[in-house]
């Protein structure tokens, strides 16, 4: 579809979330360069239309629970190491970061933390990690950690710890994205209560679509829009249907949360090169257009599919980050 190519090209698109640089750290890959393993490089990135990568820093089992900044330095390092060799890609500190990357022909990198380890048990870690270009951070992953309960422990019925409060307030005064994906569903609850700023899930999907305690339920996605967040479809099977891992069905979840709240609370989380299959239809991020032709063919007019594709991410980024 010529209008849909168009369109995707002319778009912002942005991907809240994949994991690349844990597969570089581990030796699968050995950079940001073209590659026919995984699912994410530069090349595929331009060849998907991505505008906007979020590249998370994600924490191995292995260093928790007392080295996960350890863990976070050493892929934020990676991360460096690319940004300074690598003249294609550029850091995204702000907003406007992401204007002057498409004027400059580049593809932006967003810094992620994905999993609260890293700030530990002080917050001046977490004001280290954002002076050195994280901008977001999923406050755990699917265990307990110091700051919150993850979505593995929802049986506790824990949410935010005290210290998991004050992260929160830490990071919207410093301006950096508060996540909720893997977070038990007490501790979103909490960070609905405790934020200023609008929050985002950056992978999760609907669960009356695919009924994973990963998803979010009716009415965490209508609190979460009615707080002014977004949430990243995921494509992992698990999250999106265990028995039709499609591209349609993917656009299911999109329709399922539009449905709910209306285009402006939905965007795109991949979870590339952290899921092990991936939907029919969007084997790798080059194949990101699918989408938009998607979208197009199921009746969403053009300003609905700019916001999907990366509009209302950016309007939280502003929001946020300034």
């Given at each position: 579809?010529?209008?849909?190519?168009?369109?995707?090209?002319?778009?912002?698109?942005?991907?809240?979330?994949?994991?690349?640089?844990?597969?570089?750290?581990?030796?699968?890959?050995?950079?940001?360069?073209?590659?026919?393993?995984?699912?994410?490089?530069?090349?595929?990135?331009?060849?998907?239309?991505?505008?906007?990568?979020?590249?998370?820093?994600?924490?191995?089992?292995?260093?928790?629970?007392?080295?996960?900044?350890?863990?976070?330095?050493?892929?934020?390092?990676?991360?460096?190491?690319?940004?300074?060799?690598?003249?294609?890609?550029?850091?995204?500190?702000?907003?406007?970061?992401?204007?002057?990357?498409?004027?400059?022909?580049?593809?932006?990198?967003?810094?992620?933390?994905?999993?609260?380890?890293?700030?530990?048990?002080?917050?001046?870690?977490?004001?280290?990690?954002?002076?050195?270009?994280?901008?977001?951070?999923?406050?755990?992953?699917?265990?307990?950690?110091?700051?919150?309960?993850?979505?593995a422990e929802a049986e506790t019925g824990g949410g935010l710890t005290n210290l998991g409060r004050e992260v929160v307030r830490?990071?919207?005064?410093?301006?950096?994205?508060?996540?909720?994906?893997?977070?038990?569903?007490?501790?979103?609850?909490?960070?609905?209560?405790?934020?200023?700023?609008?929050?985002?899930?950056?992978?999760?999907?609907?669960?009356?679509?695919?009924?994973?305690?990963?998803?979010?339920?009716?009415?965490?996605?209508?609190?979460?829009?009615?707080?002014?967040?977004?949430?990243?479809?995921?494509?992992?099977?698990?999250?999106?249907?265990?028995?039709?891992?499609?591209?349609?069905?993917?656009?299911?979840?999109?329709?399922?949360?539009?449905?709910?709240?209306?285009?402006?609370?939905?965007?795109?989380?991949?979870?590339?090169?952290?899921?092990?299959?991936?939907?029919?239809?969007?084997?790798?991020?080059?194949?990101?257009?699918?989408?938009?032709?998607?979208?197009?063919?199921?009746?969403?007019?053009?300003?609905?599919?700019?916001?999907?594709?990366?509009?209302?991410?950016?309007?939280v980024m502003e929001r946020v980050m300034g």
């Amino acid at each position: 579809m010529r209008e849909g190519a168009e369109l995707h090209r002319d778009a912002v698109v942005l991907d809240a979330h994949c994991d690349t640089l844990y597969a570089i750290m581990e030796g699968q890959r050995e950079d940001l360069g073209p590659s026919d393993i995984g699912h994410v490089d530069v090349p595929r990135l331009r060849a998907g239309g991505v505008d906007v990568q979020f590249f998370a820093c994600w924490i191995p089992s292995e260093y928790k629970p007392d080295r996960g900044l350890k863990a976070a330095l050493k892929l934020l390092d990676i991360a460096h190491l690319e940004l300074e060799r690598r003249e294609d890609i550029l850091l995204i500190l702000s907003r406007a970061d992401v204007d002057r990357a498409r004027a400059e022909g580049k593809v932006g990198v967003l810094l992620s933390i994905e999993g609260g380890e890293a700030v530990e048990d002080d917050l001046a870690y977490l004001r280290t990690l954002y002076r050195l270009g994280v901008r977001s951070i999923c406050l755990t992953w699917n265990q307990r950690n110091l700051l919150a309960d993850g979505v593995a422990e929802a049986e506790t019925g824990g949410g935010l710890t005290n210290l998991g409060r004050e992260v929160v307030r830490e990071m919207n005064r410093l301006g950096m994205i508060v996540d909720v994906s893997h977070l038990s569903e007490a501790g979103f609850w909490d960070v609905l209560e405790v934020s200023s700023h609008p929050v985002i899930a950056s992978h999760s999907n609907a669960r009356a679509v695919c009924p994973h305690p990963r998803n979010l339920s009716d009415d965490q996605i209508r609190a979460l829009a009615q707080a002014g967040g977004v949430m990243g479809m995921n494509f992992s099977r698990l999250f999106v249907d265990p028995k039709r891992h499609t591209l349609e069905r993917v656009l299911d979840h999109i329709d399922h949360v539009v449905e709910l709240v209306g285009p402006e609370h939905v965007g795109l989380g991949s979870d590339f090169d952290g899921i092990d299959e991936t939907p029919e239809g969007l084997e790798d991020v080059s194949r990101m257009g699918n989408i938009t032709a998607g979208l197009l063919a199921r009746g969403y007019d053009e300003e609905s599919v700019r916001l999907i594709l990366g509009g209302n991410f950016l309007r939280v980024m502003e929001r946020v980050m300034g």
